[in-house]
């Protein structure tokens, strides 16, 4: 029975780390792809209006718009692995929340997020912020997760209430 202190470097699999402003970009273009994907796919002929998936989603009542936000705080997470300012973390958190919410109420909401656009616009915010040298290095992580999270938690409550009122008409509509 033999130790070696050599290693068998073939069957260990190779990995690329990219180097820190390569890795940042391709973080900054999945931000982007995913804000063009949810606010910006198709444009709707005859307008200067683009659709995404965001208010397409909305049309599933109850959980598609919590499909489509959910999808969008991996643009918060991203911000969050960059380690931007928390006063942007904020502003991303507001952005979603008032996506959700306004969303959450059928045919206005569709209508209100083709119009804000909330992933766009964080990606915007993630691209500016990422971008400056004067950002801070170490963040509270706990305030992060703190937003992320009460962020969710009002997005998964203004479904849940929507959800609720719509049973309530339907029980009230099918007693009649």
Request: hydrophobic share 55%; charged share 15%; net charge neutral.
């Amino acid at each position: 029975m033999g130790f070696s202190s050599v290693r068998d470097t073939e069957s260990e699999p190779q990995v690329r780390v990219l180097p820190r402003d390569e890795a940042r970009e391709h973080l900054l273009s999945i931000a982007d792809v995913l804000a063009k994907a949810l606010d910006t796919t198709v444009k709707i002929p005859g307008t200067s209006w683009y659709i995404g998936l965001d208010p397409l989603l909305g049309l599933i009542p109850g959980v598609g718009d919590v499909i489509a936000n959910l999808i969008g705080t991996v643009i918060l997470g991203i911000a969050t692995r960059l380690q931007l300012p928390r006063i942007v973390l904020a502003r991303m958190s507001l952005n979603l929340l008032i996506n959700g919410t306004i969303g959450a109420i059928p045919i206005v909401g569709d209508l209100f997020s083709v119009w804000f656009r909330s992933h766009a616009r964080n990606a915007v915010l993630l691209r500016e912020a990422a971008l400056k040298l004067d950002r801070e290095t170490h963040t509270d992580w706990f305030y992060v997760g703190g937003i992320i999270g009460g962020t969710v938690a009002v997005l998964l409550l203004a479904i849940a209430f929507i959800i609720w009122v719509v049973y309530k008409l339907w029980v009230m509509l099918a007693s009649l």
